[in-house]
């Protein structure tokens, strides 16, 4: 059965995308097999900014059969290359068989994620022993389960498994640092409640799994990019593996250019998968006034 899959990836990043029709969505090439055309395109290539997903450089399709954790020979850990922010992948499969698919995209520079084990136990792992502030660890997923080939839809969504967290000061508060001879420079977060490493890529919402680590990005450069709300600037900005909502204790250490550490400890803070959370305010020169809100920003 195995000789009558093949894989061929071109061009591909799959991320946000419009449904499409169920017609035409395969060519019948005879002795049961089906070639089935997936397609994918980048929701804005207009933005250049933190959390707009142009990090991604890679996507990685898994096949297995329907419930198995052991992906077609084909099919395992091949990726290919963003080209325009387009995707096309051809999967020749035989028809009205059902299987289960996985979709991985992310920043193959970045090590940010072990994928070895998609192949061989449909998991991905967090690597957290990286920097802070590092746009590149960004990544999308999908499951799809049941597959039946030859019928089923082809263009699909794919969204972040992680929750991204930021800390935004106000311009009030870079002038207050500015009029005290400074600039803040680094940023260093903490987690402070541990969390799971692993991805379990079985069901069509993906689970957390693995074992209970402590994370600490360390001191970085603070993101350069402009925040995306008028009159907050990017201090820290960093993705966390996470259920639908959780509650983390979270500490981050600030570095001003003359090297004076500023830390500040938020307890009890909601993260959840898909979204951002953001801790905005007087972080610097007054760090009890500062609000925290959870917003649906990747949707």
């Given at each position: 059965m195995k000789k009558l899959f093949r894989l061929v990836m071109a061009a591909a990043v799959i991320f946000s995308v419009a449904s499409c029709a169920k017609e035409d969505i395969s060519t019948t090439l005879g002795k049961g097999q089906v070639e089935v055309t997936f397609t994918a395109n980048l929701a804005d290539l207009s933005t250049r900014s933190i959390g707009d997903g142009m990090t991604v450089d890679q996507v990685y399709l898994a096949v297995y059969e329907k419930g198995g954790t052991k992906a077609l020979e084909s099919s395992k850990l091949s990726g290919t290359a963003v080209v325009n922010g387009k995707a096309t992948i051809n999967v020749v499969l035989l028809k009205d068989k059902?299987?289960?698919l996985v979709?991985?995209?992310q920043n193959n520079a970045a090590n940010a994620y072990d994928i070895t084990a998609l192949a061989d136990g449909r998991t991905i792992k967090a690597n957290y022993a990286e920097v802070a502030n590092l746009e590149n660890r960004d990544a999308f997923c999908l499951v799809r389960n049941n597959y039946k080939a030859g019928h089923d839809e082809t263009t699909f969504s794919l969204k972040r498994p992680f929750a991204q967290i930021n800390v935004a000061n106000s311009d009030a508060d870079v002038e207050y640092i500015k009029d005290n001879g400074a600039v803040i420079e680094e940023s260093k977060m903490v987690v402070k409640t541990k969390v799971r490493n692993t991805l379990n890529m079985l069901k069509e919402t993906p689970e957390l799994a693995?074992?209970?680590v402590d994370v600490t990005f360390e001191s970085n450069d603070i993101p350069a990019e402009d925040f995306y709300k008028d009159?907050?600037?990017?201090?820290?900005m960093n993705y966390l593996l996470v259920n639908e909502r959780e509650l983390v204790d979270l500490e981050f250490v600030f570095t001003d250019d003359k090297g004076v550490n500023y830390t500040r400890k938020y307890?009890?803070?909601p993260v959840q998968r898909n979204y951002r959370t953001n801790i905005l305010?007087?972080?610097i020169s007054s760090p009890y006034d500062f609000n925290v809100e959870i917003v649906p920003g990747f949707d």
């Open positions: 059902t299987y289960d979709f991985w995209a693995g074992e209970l009159g907050y600037n990017y201090l820290a307890f009890q803070v305010g007087q972080i």
